[in-house]
């Protein structure tokens, strides 16, 4: 099995980077063995479901919007975006607890 696939970019150019069904698959695993490792009380398994398992499942969106290259701006955008989402999901979760 090969793990690089070559694309073309938005703008022509070719790139050789890790195919985006590894980081799916890995990001499915993660979610499998943190619910395995919560279920028997080992609760490191939140990390691998709240922090391990979103990266991986952003991570092709928004190596695409940055041009489909693997680079640590990507990184460092897919781990920004995921932290936002979290905080907007925390508010909200405030926010319904307070009307009740």
């Known amino acids: 099995m090969n793990v690089y696939e070559t694309v073309e970019t938005m703008r022509g150019n070719k ?5 985006s069904s590894l980081f799916y698959v890995a990001g499915f695993v993660c ?3 943190g619910v395995v490792l919560v279920t028997q009380a080992a609760w490191i398994g939140v990390f691998f479901i709240l922090t391990a398992c979103p990266c991986l499942f952003l991570y ?22 995921e932290e936002i989402v979290k905080s907007n999901v925390k508010d909200m979760g405030k926010k319904n607890t307070r009307k009740r």
């Open 31 to 33: 979610l499998v063995i």
């Open 60 to 81: 092709p969106s928004v190596r695409y919007l940055f041009g489909g290259k693997d680079s640590v701006a990507a990184v460092v955008g897919t781990v920004a975006i």
């Open 15 to 19: 790139v050789e980077r890790i195919r």
